[in-house]
Nanobody, 122 residues
């Protein structure tokens, strides 16, 4: 059973910082691109940041310069460091593991955590 367990959400004032953590099953972490997505009330889930197995990150424009994604392969954990938080960052944040497998990489998987609430007050 693949599990992704998030932690680190909470309530913070605008301008503050939080660090989210997501620990994944060892069986998939090393072969997966890891990502953080978020979903605000009434909105679609959107990509916040993603990091490849090789450690290359990419970010949504809305968080560039404020958020940093990193991964610790020894601990099977991906982090999202969030600085200069804004009220519009308020959402449930979900951890994602994505990968492809098969001789022709014809199979794809996506695993999701249950989410952690981040609330930024103005």
């Amino acid at each position: 059973q693949v599990q992704l367990v998030e932690s680190g959400g909470g309530l913070v004032q605008a301008g503050g910082s939080l660090r989210l953590s997501c620990t994944a099953s060892r069986s998939i972490f090393s072969i997966s691109a890891m990502g953080w997505y978020r979903q605000a009330p009434g909105k679609q889930r959107e990509l916040v940041a993603r990091i490849t197995t090789g450690g290359s990150p990419n970010y949504a424009d809305s968080v560039k310069g404020r958020f940093t994604i990193s991964r610790d392969n020894a601990e099977n954990t991906v982090y999202l460091h969030m600085n200069s938080l804004k009220p519009e960052d308020t959402a449930v944040y979900y951890c994602n593991a994505h990968g492809v497998f098969g001789a022709l990489k014809e199979h794809e998987y996506n695993y999701w955590g249950r989410g952690t609430q981040v609330t930024v007050s103005s």
